[in-house]
């Protein structure tokens, strides 16, 4: 399979086309599993952060490809219990991406967001990848968390509207993390879908997988510098992950949805919440989130 054809089948292909397409390339690369890449970067969250934006941006570049026919393999969270070999069968065979005419050694990258948040993957990362390099793009975790409700409902996942969402979250997820840990095969639908204001913390997020992977393999990404209509975010991410310049065109905004404007008493509650972590976040990345500027 040529070098560049996951991610160009990624950007063309309909829906459908790459669920027909997909049992095959999978069926293909689990044969061939030995054969095959790891990632050396990954792009693990914030959902809803314009991660699939970044995704997409970055294979753009002469030099990344991702897995064959998607975006993300979310194998450090819920899919784990596949085993390595399974994982590897899910990305480009490694002689495709060896240096060769002019072209450097193409690396290979996979965005889960869900990577962030899940308690047990920054280790399960650590241990599998011990080199792998990491991107983390941070939004306001108010705006954060409106957006996912509208894009968690839009898919099914969510019934109630976003004020009694937020009312029920901690009841919903009471004891979710506590039950991954202690069991390497739970899978908690409400830890996955429905923390809205849990994962805006993210510091805490953060200072998990600094413990497991070291705060110099961790690049963290402001979204309002991200799309700011420049790339000079996009150009400091392909620095942090040892790439040449890649085109310099701006990142475009996929997977938007439209919605309500929320509530400004919502909004102000909501900011409050946040405010302690977002201090935390400051002091620890070193300088102060737009949201809070």
Request: glycine share 8%; aromatic share 8%.
């Amino acid at each position: 399979m040529p070098r560049n054809t996951s991610p160009a089948l990624v950007h063309r292909l309909a829906g459908p086309a790459r669920q027909v397409l997909l049992p095959l390339a999978d069926g293909l690369g689990g044969a061939t599993s030995s054969a095959r890449a790891v990632p050396d970067f990954l792009i693990c969250g914030a959902q809803r952060s314009g991660t699939t934006s970044l995704f997409k941006a970055l294979c753009r570049h002469p030099a990344v490809t991702g897995p064959t026919l998607r975006k993300g393999v979310h194998y450090f969270d819920t899919g784990y219990h596949h085993g390595p070999s399974w994982y590897r069968s899910r990305f480009p065979l490694r002689m495709t991406l060896r240096a060769r005419w002019g072209r450097p050694r193409v690396r290979v990258c996979e965005s889960s967001p869900y990577y962030l948040f899940h308690p047990r993957a920054a280790k399960r990362i650590a241990i599998a990848l011990p080199d792998v390099r990491v991107v983390v793009i941070l939004r306001d975790p108010v705006e954060r968390a409106y957006s996912a409700h509208a894009h968690e409902t839009a898919r099914g996942f969510e019934t109630e509207p976003f004020e009694l969402a937020v009312e029920l979250e901690s009841k919903r997820l009471s004891g979710e993390e506590e039950r991954l840990l202690a069991d390497p095969g739970y899978h908690s639908h409400s830890h996955q879908h429905h923390a809205y204001v849990a994962r805006g913390h993210y510091v805490d997020q953060l200072l998990r997988m600094e413990r497991h992977l070291g705060r110099n393999r961790i690049h963290v990404v402001d979204y309002a510098d991200l799309f700011d209509g420049t790339a000079r975010s996009l150009a400091g991410i392909e620095q942090f992950l040892g790439l040449p310049p890649g085109p310099g065109t701006a990142p475009g905004r996929h997977n938007a949805r439209e919605r309500a404007v929320m509530p400004e008493g919502l909004r102000a509650e909501l900011t409050e919440r946040f405010a302690e972590s977002n201090a935390r976040l400051a002091t620890w990345w070193g300088r102060t989130p737009s949201w809070c500027e």
